[in-house]
Nanobody, 117 residues
Framework: QVQLVETGGGLVQAGGSLRLSCAAS????????MGWYRQAPGKQRELVAR???????NYVDSVKGRFTISRDNAKNTVYLQMNSLKPEDTAVYYC???????????WGQGTQVTVSS
């Protein structure tokens, strides 16, 4: 059974940093595009950052220059380094693994990130 386990969330002051990790198991990790999504209270879930199996990156405009997504295929893990955090980054962050064009998509349970002003 595929499992995605996110860690690294927490409470941080504005301007601080956090690094989220998502460890995948029972998955051919290297062929998956990995994404970080977030959902704030009362808002829709949005894509924050994505890295394809080939290493292509994309970010939502609001985090460009502050967040960095990376992956380690040897460890079946994807990371999200978040710097210069703002209160509006507060949300539950979810890890997603997907194979483009197949409909295959797996989600983690989410990790809370709270940024205080």
């Amino acid at each position: 059974q595929v499992q995605l386990v996110e860690t690294g969330g927490g409470l941080v002051q504005a301007g601080g940093s956090l690094r989220l990790s998502c460890a995948a198991s029972e998955i051919a990790f290297s062929i998956y595009a990995m994404g970080w999504y977030r959902q704030a209270p009362g808002k829709q879930r949005e894509l924050v950052a994505r890295i394809t199996s080939g290493g292509s990156l994309n970010y939502v405009d609001s985090v460009k220059g502050r967040f960095t997504i990376s992956r380690d295929n040897a460890k079946n893990t994807v990371y999200l380094q978040m710097n210069s955090l703002k209160p509006e980054d507060t949300a539950v962050y979810y890890c997603n693994a997907a194979v483009s064009g197949t409909g295959i998509s797996h989600w983690g349970q989410g990790t809370q990130v709270t940024v205080s002003s």
